[in-house]
């Protein structure tokens, strides 16, 4: 028949030919024990090792009979994308929307990708980020999708691949010697290259034969226009000197303990270098280091909340929502904060967490109960849904990822869009938030040289001349960023006063008496209750 009678445990068969097509358990470990003698997988080897030294049995007899074994007690698992290349072979169209899912090298979804497109007789890809700014970030792509592709490079050139399409970057650095060893007088340290944001003028010429980029304008639809925008305040002096001194100590210990084995600080110093400036009133720590609360300047606002709170008002005096993207928001978590900030400034805001499953019900219903603001992690809104009840987003915490960034973006740019879309950056300017938004324009600015648009969105805001020069320059150390908005083009922040409560003239005794809210009356020995009036 071929139809199970228990699809989480019986397996699926073709009905036709009665072959397995996958499997919902998987296959016996050493640990399972045969049903006919109790034994398990490992102690069957034992014995067959000790009857082949003993010469009890042969090596052939043996591999039969671990081959027998093998049946009775397990089954090979069989993948449903195997089962279609195998069954299929040149018989289906494949269509695959957001391609760039399937960029991971050494994946599950890779490899089934691989078989669903080695087997198909034509393959369509859709995505809006096939390129995530780095050479090495489309090479799976188009191993497994381009043929003549595979006839230059193999699965495991991607340093060759690097090397002609991507950019390289070495620091030397020069210290002083003074034993005489040298000519000069400085000895010379080089680190190892890393790859960075760019991309050789050769990517084009090579996906052109096997893509199309197509863009909205290219639909001849009139769209509403799409802007964005830096916003860099300079961070108050407590905060600055306080969250400096915390990651000094921070990032000195996550390199010892690195050095001795343990590289989970430097997760955590990484996160934290980019995160502690937004919880200012909370304690952060990477291992043993630890910052405590910073006090609040004199106004009560941290700068960056200022910026945010003035925006927030901004947008509300022209009607238009906002939608904040916070990328540590579970872990260090901002918006509890701001919540309390919105409501004393006279707004209201709302947070949008991953367990929620109706996304787009929940935004819808904020909007619908009053909220001016709504906070959420990016990676929830990055692809599979419109966001068109919003026109303006503004990026409070920093993400690096170059195929969730443009994603998220451009939920708010759909055909459906009304209204004109604005996107913010907003970070402490001479941080690393300014850096990393940089680094962002860099891999932006590569992504877009590809579709041929060298100059557009935030890639457009680091106000550099030079392409090539935008694409290799380096951040060395905590640098000033040009803002192509200050906080001085926002409105002023006003603390909304509580409405004084009126004097009422004192009731009489009898009034005072009369007037009860849900208590109870006794008149005339019979109990009634009184709701006021």
């Excluded at 489309?138 to 592709?149: A, K, M, W």
């Excluded at 964005?228 to 300079?234: I, P």
């Excluded at 962002?440 to 040289?449: D, S, V």
Aim: proline share 4%; with cysteine; hydrophobic share 40%.
């Amino acid at each position: 028949d071929g139809e199970p009678t228990d699809k989480a445990k019986d397996k699926f068969h073709c009905a036709s030919c009665g072959e397995a097509l996958w499997q919902s358990k998987r296959r016996a470990n050493r640990n399972s024990k045969d049903p006919m003698d109790g034994h398990t997988w490992w102690q069957w080897g034992e014995k067959l090792k000790a009857d082949i030294t003993a010469g009890k049995m042969s090596v052939v007899e043996a591999k039969e009979l671990m081959r027998s074994r093998n049946k009775s007690m397990g089954y090979t698992k069989y993948p449903l994308a195997k089962y279609i290349r195998d069954k299929y072979h040149c018989r289906y169209i494949l269509v695959v929307d957001e391609a760039h899912k399937m960029k991971g090298g050494d994946t599950a979804v890779g490899y089934a990708y691989m078989d669903l497109v080695s087997s198909a007789w034509r393959v369509l890809q859709m995505t809006g980020t096939i390129f995530g700014g780095l050479a090495s970030s489309i090479f799976y792509l188009l191993y497994r999708t381009v043929q003549d592709f595979r006839d230059i490079y193999d699965i495991g050139d991607v340093q060759k691949f690097i090397n002609g399409y991507g950019l390289w970057e070495k620091v030397t650095k020069y210290y002083p010697q003074y034993s005489g060893s040298t000519f000069s007088g400085y000895k010379e340290y080089g680190g190892s290259p890393s790859e960075r944001p760019g991309v050789a003028p050769g990517m084009a010429a090579l996906l052109l034969p096997t893509a199309a980029f197509i863009t909205l304008e290219d639909l001849d639809f009139e769209m509403p226009n799409y802007s964005e925008h830096t916003l860099y305040v300079k961070p108050d002096e407590a905060l600055s000197g306080k969250c400096i001194s915390y990651l000094s100590r921070a990032s000195a210990y996550a390199a010892l303990e690195a050095r001795e084995g343990n590289h989970s600080p430097l997760g955590q110093y990484r996160m934290s270098r980019l995160a502690t400036w937004d919880i200012p009133h909370s304690v952060d720590a990477v291992g043993t280091e630890i910052r405590e609360p910073i006090d609040a300047p004199e106004s009560g606002v941290f700068s960056k909340e200022e910026a945010l709170l003035r925006l927030v008002i901004q947008e509300k005096k022209a009607g238009r929502k906002v939608l904040a993207f916070v990328a540590q928001i579970e872990a260090r978590d901002p918006t509890g904060r701001y919540l309390k900030l919105l409501s004393k400034y006279g707004m209201k805001g709302q947070v949008l967490r991953a367990k929620e499953k109706k996304r787009v019900q929940f935004l819808r219903k904020a909007i619908k109960d009053g909220a001016d603001i709504v906070f959420l992690s990016p990676d929830l809104v990055d692809t599979g849904i419109d966001l068109e009840m919003f026109q303006t987003a503004v990026w409070v915490g920093v993400h690096f990822s170059m195929y969730v960034v443009p994603q998220a973006n451009r939920r708010l740019y759909r055909l459906t869009q009304t209204g004109d879309v604005n996107i913010y950056y907003l970070a402490y300017n001479e941080t690393p938030q300014a850096e990393a938004f940089d680094r962002i324009a860099k891999k932006m600015a590569a992504q877009q040289a590809i579709q041929g648009d060298l100059r557009n969105g935030l890639a457009n805001l680091r106000g550099d001349d030079d392409f090539v020069n935008r694409l290799q320059s380096m951040v060395v150390e905590p640098r000033h960023f040009e803002s192509d908005v200050v906080m001085d083009d926002l409105p002023k922040l006003r603390k909304v006063r509580k409405p004084r409560a009126k004097k009422v003239a004192a009731a009489s005794s009898v009034e005072a008496a009369a007037i009860v809210f849900n208590q109870v009356v006794v008149s005339e020995g019979v109990a009634q209750t009184s709701f006021g009036f």
